[in-house]
């Protein structure tokens, strides 16, 4: 066989192809993370609407800015070109709503109309008030159907009161969350000192190893890869939504950004495992039979 001289036919493949490929179709989903390729502009979709006789793409950044493109070509998906198309509306999208109604935020299996459960005399206890309100948005239908409430200890420091005012016993059962709970801490040292003072099978305390409970949610939600360090003397708080670059300067503030945050938190899948697994242990204690 006689060898081609002049090697392959340089217009045979596709050699019209942009540098960085060729777009692929992606729908607009809801919470889809994208950047436009002309601006630079990256945000997740909030929504898809037809205006002006065609369909735009609203885009929000993570200041919370919301910027409109027209629906189609020309954006990027971790720097790949991508051409955004209209979310479905067809029988598999919608039966995938109603299989994602079926299950509640935690997970679990949903109970159609079901009342809640007379409260039991077992509970669990948290830090603060931002760690219950978590708590209630991704198992708070799950703590109905058992009957069990969730208290806020407003602190630690005098966690070995708590657990003897409360009188743990085999039908009043007590699960406690810690923050911060990590060798050397101050919150590690005042557990220990609860355990070794009133031990009891009926009480569990775990914890999280997170400065606060904000530090749970995926950071990703937040347009993160992952949790920014504050400086030493710095509140932290405030020093995380200086970094969102929102309001921070009261608590008034404060209050607002937390619930920004708790709102970009739809179901278990956009908290860290190490939050997940400690509530999900402590909801087995508090109704074992």
């Known amino acids: 066989m006689t060898p081609d001289r002049y090697g392959s036919d340089v217009l045979a493949g596709d050699w019209k192809a942009p540098r960085r490929g060729r777009s692929a179709q992606v729908e607009a989903a809801r919470d889809l993370v994208v950047e436009d390729a002309d601006s630079g502009w990256v945000g997740a979709v909030v929504r898809v609407e037809k205006a002006g006789g065609m369909h735009v793409v609203h885009l929000e950044d993570r200041r919370g800015r919301v ?82 409430v969730v208290e806020m200890l407003d602190g630690v420091d005098d966690l070995q009161a708590v657990i003897r005012d409360f009188r743990p016993g085999p039908q009043r059962r007590l699960g406690i969350l810690v923050d911060h709970l990590v060798p050397g801490s101050k919150e590690t040292r005042i557990v220990e000192q609860a ?16 400065v606060d409970v904000w530090q749970s949610v995926r950071p990703e939600r937040l347009g993160w890869s992952q949790w920014p360090t504050i400086p ?58």
Do not use: C, N
């Not at 739809?266 to 074992?288: K, M, N, S």
């Open 232 to 289: 030493r003397g710095t509140s932290w708080k405030h020093g995380i939504l200086a970094e969102l670059g929102w309001p921070h300067a009261s608590q008034a503030d404060v209050a607002h950004g937390w619930k920004r945050i708790l709102g970009t938190v739809r179901t278990y899948a956009d908290l860290q495992p190490e939050l997940l697994g400690r509530v999900e242990e402590l909801i087995d204690f508090v109704t074992v039979p």
């Open 67 to 148: 910027k409109a493109f027209p629906l189609g070509p020309g954006f990027l998906i971790d720097g790949k070109p991508v051409e955004l198309t209209a979310p479905r509306t067809d029988t598999a999208a919608l039966a995938a709503q109603r299989a994602t109604k079926s299950r509640t935020a935690s997970g679990s299996v949903a109970v159609p109309d079901a009342p809640a459960r007379v409260a039991s005399a077992s509970r669990i206890l948290v830090e603060g008030r931002h760690d219950a309100e978590l708590v209630e948005k991704v198992w708070g239908d799950d703590l109905r159907v058992e009957g069990v």
């Open 195 to 210: 355990r070794a003072a009133a031990p009891s099978e009926h009480v569990l305390i775990v914890g999280h190893p997170y």
